[in-house]
């Protein structure tokens, strides 16, 4: 198959899964078109049957925000012909599946029928799908596309309750490459971590407050006066000054380590013990599945997806929203127990089997052949 792949080229889970998808389906033969304004984060090299088509912008003095949402239809219309693709996925719903539909209809006027899969991440319909100035899009849209999935049971939930559905909505969860994600304990490394041995806690995201990296803050420093522990925060976003003032108001900048974006997370999971992830949304929690191949036990907070990733006294512990001193006493039980960790890390492990890319990539193969044989029966 030829396929359009059209998501943000960002670090967010969005965009990563899409771009992990397109590498994977790549690898099993198909053609891949990535669609969007820059490269994505993720294809790091060249890769085999991956091509990536740049949406331009125009710059006029009466646009006061260069109309994004035309020009990527525009560009979704160019490469639908000249490479004659077979179906186009479009990743969060804002705004590409409403761009989708328009170059579907622009298609369809020059004969050409391409079938459009709309992938639902989580605040593309929980928090900015909701605004009224987005949410009749949304909608549309959604009930528009010949396919519709979603990340987790929860995300597709709440979108069946915030919209008027019309259609099904497949759940095909997040997946991860198993394999990068395999502990590989780099011990010269560890060691400059935490010289004396200590515990290593870790926590990857964007840094934006609906993360909650305070409460990660907090909870370590609890923990802190327990068991002998370091800090390591990876990525950076808007929230990461103020946590950097945080850190030096309680007197623990030399325990807690601001790593900043890092390609490769798997080597700083890989030396971890535990994963803290109180966030406030959270639609499936990948960064949450990203720890548990690498054995390490996940605390989190128990919204959204997560409680369908990390399971509740197996591979960690669930939260309610804020509660970082229950987070912190459940990880000083786990570092204090050796045989408890040990236990969860094995569980972790095992579960996070469940969502390789030989699970689920077959998943979305069928979903195509499924929405290319309704749209040649329609025509």
């Not at 799908?129 to 396919?147: K, M, R």
């Not at 548990?292 to 591979?315: C, D, L, Q």
């Amino acid at each position: 198959m030829k396929i359009g792949i059209v998501c943000y080229p960002t670090f967010g889970g969005s965009g990563v899964l899409a771009t992990e998808l397109g590498i994977a389906l790549a690898n099993k033969g198909h053609q891949v078109h990535f669609i969007t304004y820059q490269k994505p984060a993720r294809l790091f090299s060249f890769h085999k049957n991956i091509y990536f088509h740049e949406v331009g912008s125009f710059e006029y003095p009466l646009f006061e925000f260069a109309p994004y949402e035309t020009a990527l239809a525009s560009r979704m219309v160019d490469i639908a012909i000249h490479e004659k693709l077979d179906i186009i996925h479009v990743h969060y719903a804002i705004p590409h599946a409403a761009a989708a539909y328009m170059a579907k209809q622009i298609l369809r006027r020059k004969g050409i029928h391409l079938p459009i899969v709309t992938t639902l991440h989580g605040t593309d319909i929980t928090l900015v799908g909701l605004d009224a100035a987005y949410a009749p899009v949304v909608e549309f849209s959604i009930n528009e596309s010949d396919a519709v999935t979603s990340v987790s049971q929860s995300l597709r939930k709440q979108t069946i309750d915030h919209f008027e559905i019309s259609r099904e909505i497949d759940v095909v969860y997040n997946f991860i490459d198993l394999e990068k994600f395999e502990r590989k304990e780099n011990l010269d490394f560890k060691k400059q971590i935490a010289p004396q041995g200590q515990f290593i806690i870790s926590h990857t995201s964007n840094f934006r407050k609906l993360k909650r990296v305070e409460d990660v803050i907090r909870a370590f420093e609890e923990i802190y006066r327990k068991v002998p522990s370091k800090l390591l925060l990876v990525g950076d976003g808007p929230e990461r000054t103020a946590m950097e003032a945080l850190c030096r108001q309680i007197g623990l900048c030399d325990e807690i380590v601001f790593l900043g974006k890092q390609d490769a997370v798997e080597n700083i999971l890989s030396i971890s013990d535990l994963f803290l992830l109180p966030s406030q949304h959270e639609s499936f929690g990948l960064a949450a599945l990203e720890a548990m191949a690498s054995r390490v036990p996940v605390i989190s907070s128990n919204i959204g997806g997560i409680p369908e990733v990390n399971i509740e006294g197996e591979t960690g512990f669930l939260f309610e929203v804020g509660d970082f001193k229950g987070m912190a006493g459940k990880s000083v039980l786990l570092l204090e127990n050796p045989e408890l960790l040990e236990k969860f890390r094995n569980n972790a492990w095992k579960k996070s089997r469940e969502f390789s890319k030989a699970t689920i990539i077959p998943q979305y193969e069928a979903i195509y052949e499924r929405c290319l044989k309704s749209s040649l029966a329609h025509q």
